[in-house]
C-alpha cells in the first residue's frame, strides 16, 4: 500500500481554512482524513472535542510538548496549538492523505521534518476581506481582532516559503484548486 501524502494546508487567521477544508473533506476521491490538532484554546459553540480540536489544559498540552508527542506547535494569540505526531504517521501508513490545517510557524516546522509534504498557503483577495471575515466571526473583543490582523499581515510575506499558493475568492474556486493540487501529487506518487 502506497503511503499517504501529508498535505499542509495554511494561511493568516480569518482567510477560510477551516471553511475549505470543510469542503474538500466531502470529496471522497482525495482520500483525505483530517489531522485534528491538540490547542489549549476555549471550545466555541458548536465545536466539539476531538472533532475540530483535542481540547486540553495548558499542563497537559506543555507535558506533550516535552514527551515529544507532537509533529509541531505554536503559541498563538496566547493558546497553543499543536500536531499530534503519532495519529498522522498512523494514518499516512494507512494509505490516507492527511490534511493538517495549521499556523504559519508550525507550518514551517512540519515543512523543515517533512520535506514531502505539500504545501498550500490560502491567500485572501485583500486585507479588507480578510479584516472583513474576522470581524463577521462576532467571536473575539477589539484587542484580539486587532492582534490577528497585525499578525496576518506578517504572515502573507510567508507564501514564498509554501510549494503552492491558492486565492480564496470562494470556497468552492479554492477548494477545487486544491483539489486539483492533491491530484497531480497524488498521480507524481504513483
Known amino acids: 500500500m502506497q503511503k499517504g ?7 493568516p487567521s480569518g482567510v477560510g481554512k477551516g471553511t475549505v477544508r470543510a469542503k474538500l473533506m466531502q470529496d471522497e476521491s482525495l482520500n483525505l482524513c483530517y489531522s485534528i490538532s491538540m490547542t489549549t484554546r476555549g471550545i466555541r459553540p458548536g465545536e466539539e472535542n476531538g472533532r475540530e480540536y483535542y481540547f486540553v489544559s495548558r499542563e497537559e498540552f506543555e507535558k506533550q510538548v ?3 508527542n507532537l509533529l509541531e506547535h505554536a503559541e498563538f494569540v496566547g493558546n497553543y496549538y499543536g500536531t499530534p505526531k503519532s495519529k498522522v504517521e498512523e494514518l499516512r501508513e494507512q494509505g490516507k492523505n492527511v490534511l493538517l490545517e495549521i499556523e504559519i510557524n508550525g507550518a514551517q ?4 521534518k517533512c520535506p ?3 504545501s498550500i498557503f490560502l491567500v485572501p483577495p485583500s486585507m479588507e476581506a480578510l479584516e472583513a471575515r474576522i470581524r463577521g466571526r462576532s467571536t473575539e473583543n477589539e484587542e484580539t481582532i486587532q492582534k490577528r490582523l497585525a499578525k496576518a499581515r506578517g504572515e502573507l510575506t510567508k507564501s514564498g516559503l509554501y510549494k503552492f499558493t491558492v486565492l480564496n475568492d470562494s470556497v468552492d474556486n479554492a477548494a477545487a484548486a486544491i483539489a486539483r ?7 507524481k506518487e504513483n
Open 5 to 11: 501524502l501529508l498535505i499542509i494546508l495554511s494561511g
Open 116 to 118: 514531502d509534504a505539500v
Open 66 to 68: 516535552q514527551e515529544g
Open 109 to 112: 516546522t512540519v515543512m523543515e
Open 181 to 187: 493540487i492533491i491530484r497531480s501529487q497524488i498521480a
